[in-house]
DNA sequence: TTGAAAGCGCTAACAG
DNA sequence: CTGTTAGCGCTTTCAA
């Protein structure tokens, strides 16, 4: 039924070895009389070499695999986006798979990936998987993290850097005149983007000289409704803050319907920042400001990373294991300047 | 290095057949004394089979292969996680690609997807490569399209019905007193859900009397920008529209801004209805009226039907042939009447 | 310049 | 109940 290399080789009067070589593009070791012949087979055929048999043989598969844990996140979109363009430049292929942030799910991925023998992967860990990770890096096979560091790990990993990105957010509405600030994390978990953010939250308030007041630290469950509840909260405690600060997309928009159900406005009353550029951020009412992260380069620049890692076969040579891009604040007016022309970008 | 099969052979001193076997789940073939003998040997070994291997003898790879074309649009990103939890519970691996609706592009990732050898394919057809989908179909290849049907071939497809859709925004905007009603499409190009969703708009229009009006039949290039030129012409033409239907979520985006740039007003003087229900439409000011789809759903849906024809081998004979699911209509404020508590279904 | 043969790691008759 | 063997489709030495 399907046409295999034996098959040509028969129709062509050469052996297998001669297709296999003019296949794989050594043209200058065979006659052009012969080359020409077998070509003209291969398209009469329309043969197409089977993958698995070459790369059982090779060892290779040309195939990344990628674990994520949220599409529904514009930005892992936009990370997949890239990683998947970046791949396909590079003659890739992208395994795809959800973790939804379960270390169970993700575990067992892993284990199926191996089994299917990947090149290389790219994965936005749960954390919870340690001893796994660590085993791909100690031998040897190409592995970055994207987006999370993985403390106790000396693995390759690409991110934002969220220290920095949560301090522009703050700063910014510090400036804004805002300085009973709050600040949205979802359950730190020891998951790097989280801890950093809340650093750079309070890095920015020690800078310019504001207490640190625990009680608008909100941490939420990832459940649905927490985040209503935290705003509910902060709005009846003494303490009333006067501006937000959100450290997610989604969050934001949770919050947002939060505020709308007691009395305060935005900016007036209470100014809001949210992590995460997208689409609808500046369609929001009042149009939102926001920390613009570069998905769609990071996931083109970790698959290139691990592309290199895969094809000079030494993952640990691949320099620098740590990549930290910008993030960019991009003003709007729910910070309480309304910006004439709409986007600022700093 | 890597251990294989004869390593677990060699260290249980049995065949690397019984090993294969009990791998397998074979257990009854042989006496408890080997099955755990080789089972211990496997655990402290850490074996895992080579899936290259095994899918090259049985050519079988529990790989579906997905082809999509923008990650962007939330609406692509649930079908790409309902495809993928399906494949999951399954025991399928998800290949994906993105074709950016590119015929060429997507030619060539058909073609590295039956090298690759995948057992099926889901993909939202470009509709330029009408001969490659139809020899897959005619070889008995499991293959269904998501979203678009594709005009003069008898393949798989699983759609929202795009009339239907189209007929329930366009009768709401009736209902709410408009008569001078405009559509924004993109260049329809024979795609199915753009010609259906007009066709559903038109329908409506003659249901009730109206007279089909071509100067509001607003066809523009998804190219940037267009969008807001369309939004100015029709608005600075004779026959100013009270009302806009948007045919896709991120049109629907730039129409807003393009409306705000305007003297008219959302709802008063242009109520403005979308498709594709998202997380922000109810954030939007004002609040956007959507038609809602299935998205995870359908993706679910059609992994799970692909593996049925996979697993069959008989996929002429999955019935039904096309599946049509449901769309809803989500009122809000922008066609309006303000919904008190937000969301109402009809 | 070309071919024969071995082997990648696995499964599945078939035989015993 | 278990082992022997052939072979999936390819690449690559080695020899001619």
Redesign the pocket.
Known sequence: M?V???DV?KKA?????????I??GNF????E???NRVLKVIEELD????A???S????KTNVIGIVLSNLQNPFWASVLEGAEEACQSHGYNLMICNSNNNGEIEKEHLRSFEMKQIDGLMINPTSKNLDTYKKMVDNDFPFISINRKIYGLDAHVITVDNVKGAKMATTHLIRQGRRKIAIFLYQVEGISPRLERLQGYKLALIENGIDIDPSLILMVDEKKGEIAKAVQKVFSADNIPDAIFSTSSMMTLEILEGISQTKYNIPKDVALIGYDETVWSKHLFPPLSTIWQPAFEMGGLAAKKLIEMIETKKPKEVLPKVISLDPQLIKRESCGEAQKGGVVLE
């Open positions: 399907k295999t290399i034996t080789a009067n050469v052996s297998k070895s001669t297709v296999s070589r296949m794989n200058d070791q065979n006659t009389e012969t080359v043969y197409r070499p089977n698995l048999a070459r059982l043989k090779l060892t």
